[in-house]
């Protein structure tokens, strides 16, 4: 049996471990107060920022990163590290001031003289990539939360499958009114409750005021009730008694659910009234008057020795604990694999899968809806990669996100690689960045395009961070028929592809879209969006060497002659603009067709290239979407066939011929255009 020394070197709290944690530690109101201090000299000196939250909420923030938080200093991205998550990204000096105070290099006090300025890590918001130890970009209040629980339910997969030597560490969040206000954190509380993700807490900076005003003006539910009512163990503590904070986070440490530790905080200093902090700006008097309230004589941006001396022994006190981790990995089995996977490196043998599929693709040449030919590729994918994960906005059976033998993950195991999101496009999105943060694992997860739209924010944050994030978007244009105009995407492509570092994918048949797959796997820089439609799609290629969407959009069949037009299609329009061809040219008009999968990929390409591809004559374009963007592509007197407006409810084939999308519509613009 393990020693008790070896037992808590593994990471997990024993219950006299848990005992101890709670004990006051002395001085630790004025480690506190430093925190306060640094924040308002940071804000003084940026003139711009928000104080009230740091001042508010730096007792309970010093209790849990002084005796409960997992980390070194030394090493801010090691593996087994407890996360810090402050969802109320607009109290970024917290997470500054604790960082520069526990010792991390690159947080040193310039760091926070220059809050809020041009290459600063100490941005307005956290930013992830800034500082090694910013767990995640937040800003957009909700979504800390959203991607904490990605980064809990990341946890528990990986240590289903590595076990607790390797894996087996918190997610700790700071989350303001704001943030349990917005949608997300509804979908995210439900979610983390119903698969009883016990590792993850949330201290809630509970002090009833807003940006206008008081709480009490637009918001009345019992927030507490509402968490225990989605499976939450829940608390209520005064949040400037580090003494109650730690007995809570001990209570959390022993919880079997997800915790919610709401801390009534006065906003500003305890001792100066809520006058102090309520405001952007802090002027000389309030200043002064803070700092008073504090009893802080110190000069701007100085601490103490005897207070930085113990807070730099905090930054180090999960010392041991690491090395202790490292030895354990130096001769764990798995050591190969989960270092591969924790780096994101793919496994060398993935794409053999792939070729192997684009082989019989080539050969069979099925008729299907792209879909469909996404799900045979994840078939192929999902055994080749244990580190891809998937899920979907319960819509499994129309996505086709799942492949057999991935086995689902539910309340209390772990060991599957299917998530079931609910109806929770929101939670969905935000875990997904969560996951990827956390690193281990590569996520995808499914629904249709026109609810990309529940998802946008979280998307945004994911281009920001530049996570390995996959979207399987299906549906995607009047093409899904009868369920109508609420369904059927039309500005959803353009919106989508307005995105900086979004790599959207709409693949025309079965072999694009396992070459749009492989390009996803393979991009370890951004997210990716794989946009798949509902209707069945004919094969137009047999070729299956070269990934030639990899350069965004290629001549997919060239014209017969000197070429007069050149028709651009992504999708299922493709084989549209293939029709229109071969009636151009049995009228003696000799047109090539384009294929255009990825815009992004395309417009990386160098101009020689483009110019190669779209050619010097008149460009069509065409796609089931509006207009939008395609200028970029089609030049002066280009002609674009699509939507001007919303669909319909009717059969797919009646609908592209109701709306001209037809290949008798392309042939006549053609034609109209040469005379």
Same mark, same amino acid.
């Given at each position: 049996?393990?020693?008790?020394?070896?037992?808590?070197?593994?990471?997990?709290?024993?219950?006299?471990?848990?005992?101890?944690?709670?004990?006051?530690?002395?001085?630790?109101?004025?480690?506190?107060?430093?925190?306060?201090?640094?924040?308002?000299?940071?804000?003084?000196?940026?003139?711009?920022?928000?104080?009230?939250?740091?001042?508010?909420?730096?007792?309970?923030?010093?209790?849990?990163?002084?005796?409960?938080?997992?980390?070194?200093?030394?090493?801010?991205?090691?593996?087994?590290?407890?996360?810090?998550?402050?969802?109320?990204?607009?109290?970024?000096?917290?997470?500054?001031?604790?960082?520069?105070?526990?010792?991390?290099?690159?947080?040193?006090?310039?760091?926070?003289?220059?809050?809020?300025?041009?290459?600063?890590?100490?941005?307005?918001?956290?930013?992830?990539?800034?500082?090694?130890?910013?767990?995640?970009?937040?800003? !957009?209040?909700?979504?800390?939360?959203?991607? /904490?629980?990605?980064?809990?339910?990341?946890?528990?997969?990986?240590? /289903?499958?590595?076990?607790?030597?390797?894996?087996?560490?918190?997610?700790?969040?700071?989350?303001?009114?704001?943030?349990?206000?917005?949608?997300?954190?509804?979908?995210?509380?439900?979610?983390?409750?119903?698969?009883?993700?016990?590792?993850?807490?949330?201290?809630?900076?509970?002090?009833?005021?807003?940006?206008?005003?008081?709480?009490?003006?637009?918001?009345?539910?019992?927030?507490?009730?509402?968490?225990?009512?989605?499976?939450?163990?829940?608390?209520?503590?005064?949040?400037?008694?580090?003494?109650?904070?730690? /007995?809570?986070?001990?209570?959390?440490?022993?919880?079997?659910?997800?915790?919610?530790?709401?801390?009534?905080?006065?906003?500003?200093?305890?001792?100066?009234?809520?006058?102090? *902090?309520?405001?952007?700006?802090?002027?000389?008097?309030?200043?002064?008057?803070?700092?008073?309230?504090?009893?802080?004589?110190?000069?701007?941006?100085?601490?103490?020795?005897?207070?930085?001396?113990?807070?730099?022994?905090?930054?180090?006190?999960?010392?041991?604990?690491?090395?202790?981790?490292?030895?354990?990995?130096?001769?764990? !089995?798995?050591?190969?694999?989960?270092?591969?996977?924790?780096?994101?490196?793919?496994?060398?043998?993935?794409?053999?899968?792939?070729?192997?599929?684009?082989?019989?693709?080539?050969?069979?040449?099925?008729?299907?809806?792209?879909?469909?030919?996404?799900?045979? =590729?994840?078939?192929?994918?999902?055994?080749?990669?244990?580190?891809?994960?998937?899920?979907?906005?319960?819509?499994?059976?129309?996505?086709?996100?799942?492949?057999?033998?991935?086995?689902?993950?539910?309340?209390?195991?772990?060991?599957?690689?299917?998530?079931?999101?609910?109806?929770?496009?929101?939670?969905?999105?935000?875990?997904?960045?969560?996951?990827?943060?956390?690193?281990?694992?590569?996520?995808?997860?499914?629904?249709?395009?026109?609810?990309?739209?529940?998802?946008?924010?979280?998307?945004?944050?994911?281009?920001?961070?530049?996570?390995?994030?996959?979207?399987?978007? =299906?549906?995607?244009?009047?093409?899904?028929?009868?369920?109508?105009?609420?369904?059927?995407?039309?500005?959803?492509?353009?919106?989508?592809?307005?995105? !900086?570092?979004?790599?959207?994918?709409?693949?025309?048949?079965?072999?694009?879209?396992?070459?749009?797959?492989?390009?996803?796997?393979?991009?370890?820089?951004?997210?990716?969006?794989?946009?798949?439609?509902?209707?069945?799609?004919?094969?137009?290629?047999?070729?299956?060497?070269?990934?030639?969407?990899?350069?965004?959009?290629?001549?997919?069949?060239?014209?017969?002659?000197?070429?007069?037009?050149?028709?651009?299609?992504?999708?299922? @329009?493709?084989?549209?603009?293939?029709?229109?061809?071969?009636?151009?040219?049995?009228?003696?008009?000799?047109?090539?067709?384009?294929?255009?999968?990825?815009?992004?990929?395309?417009?990386?390409?160098?101009? /020689?290239?483009?110019?190669?591809?779209?050619?010097?004559?008149?460009?069509?374009?065409?796609?089931?979407?509006?207009?939008?963007?395609? @200028?970029?592509?089609?030049? @002066?007197?280009?002609?674009?066939?699509?939507?001007?407006?919303? *669909?319909?409810?009717?059969?797919?084939?009646?609908?592209?011929?109701?709306?001209?999308?037809?290949? @008798?519509?392309?042939?006549?613009?053609?034609?109209?255009?040469?005379?």
């Amino acid at each position: 049996m393990a020693s008790l020394a070896e037992r808590r070197a593994g990471g997990s709290r024993l219950p006299e471990q848990t005992e101890i944690l709670a004990r006051p530690v002395p001085g630790e109101r004025r480690m506190a107060d430093a925190v306060r201090a640094l924040a308002i000299d940071a804000v003084q000196a940026a003139q711009s920022g928000h104080p009230g939250m740091p001042l508010g909420m730096a007792d309970a923030a010093t209790a849990l990163w002084t005796r409960f938080l997992k980390f070194d200093a030394a090493d801010p991205r090691w593996p087994d590290r407890d996360r810090f998550v402050l969802s109320a990204g607009h109290g970024s000096l917290l997470l500054y001031a604790l960082l520069h105070l526990t010792g991390h290099d690159g947080m040193e006090i310039d760091a926070l003289q220059r809050f809020r300025r041009l290459h600063s890590p100490a941005a307005g918001h956290p930013e992830y990539g800034e500082h090694p130890a910013i767990e995640a970009t937040t800003g !957009p209040l909700g979504q800390g939360i959203g991607a /904490a629980v990605g980064m809990a339910l990341a946890e528990r997969m990986l240590a /289903a499958r590595f076990g607790k030597s390797l894996v087996d560490h918190r997610t700790w969040v700071v989350a303001s009114d704001g943030d349990l206000m917005e949608g997300i954190s509804h979908e995210a509380a439900s979610l983390a409750g119903h698969l009883r993700l016990d590792k993850l807490a949330v201290l809630y900076d509970d002090n009833g005021i807003s940006v206008d005003g008081e709480i009490s003006r637009v918001c009345s539910e019992d927030v507490l009730r509402r968490f225990a009512a989605y499976g939450w163990a829940v608390k209520q503590v005064d949040g400037h008694d580090p003494t109650a904070v730690a /007995a809570a986070l001990s209570s959390a440490l022993r919880s079997r659910k997800p915790s919610l530790i709401a801390c009534r905080t006065s906003l500003g200093c305890p001792a100066a009234g809520d006058s102090v *902090g309520q405001g952007v700006r802090m002027g000389p008097a309030e200043v002064l008057r803070a700092k008073q309230a504090l009893g802080w004589p110190h000069p701007p941006f100085t601490v103490p020795e005897t207070l930085a001396e113990r807070w730099r022994q905090a930054g180090s006190r999960a010392a041991g604990t690491r090395r202790a981790w490292l030895r354990r990995i130096a001769r764990h !089995p798995q050591r190969a694999e989960f270092e591969r996977v924790t780096a994101g490196r793919l496994p060398e043998s993935w794409h053999e899968a792939v070729a192997v599929l684009k082989s019989r693709i080539a050969e069979t040449r099925p008729r299907l809806a792209s879909r469909q030919s996404s799900h045979e =590729t994840l078939t192929a994918l999902v055994p080749a990669m244990p580190e891809l994960v998937g899920g979907s906005a319960d819509l499994t059976s129309s996505t086709l996100t799942f492949v057999k033998g991935m086995g689902a993950v539910a309340p209390g195991s772990y060991g599957g690689r299917y998530v079931h999101y609910g109806i929770r496009e929101h939670a969905m999105a935000g875990a997904l960045n969560g996951m990827a943060l956390h690193g281990g694992l590569i996520p995808y997860a499914g629904t249709f395009v026109a609810f990309s739209d529940y998802m946008r924010p979280a998307l945004r944050l994911a281009a920001q961070m530049r996570l390995r994030v996959i979207y399987v978007l =299906t549906h995607d244009s009047i093409g899904l028929g009868e369920d109508g105009s609420t369904h059927q995407p039309i500005e959803h492509l353009a919106g989508l592809r307005a995105i !900086p570092g979004v790599h959207l994918f709409r693949p025309a048949d079965a072999l694009e879209t396992a070459e749009c797959w492989e390009l996803a796997i393979r991009r370890a820089d951004g997210p990716s969006l794989i946009v798949l439609s509902r209707q069945p799609l004919p094969a137009l290629r047999s070729d299956c060497g070269e990934n030639r969407c990899a350069r965004g959009g290629y001549v997919l069949a060239e014209a017969e002659g000197p070429r007069q037009a050149t028709l651009i299609a992504t999708g299922s @329009e493709v084989a549209l603009a293939i029709a229109a061809r071969e009636r151009l040219a049995a009228e003696g008009i000799a047109a090539a067709v384009v294929s255009l999968p990825c815009w992004e990929l395309f417009a990386l390409q160098d101009e /020689a290239y483009r110019m190669r591809v779209l050619g010097g004559v008149m460009r069509i374009g065409i796609e089931a979407a509006c207009d939008f963007g395609w @200028e970029r592509w089609l030049g @002066e007197g280009g002609c674009f066939i699509g939507m001007s407006g919303y *669909g319909a409810s009717a059969p797919c084939e009646e609908l592209y011929r109701h709306f001209g999308l037809t290949a @008798e519509a392309v042939a006549l613009a053609v034609r109209r255009r040469m005379h």
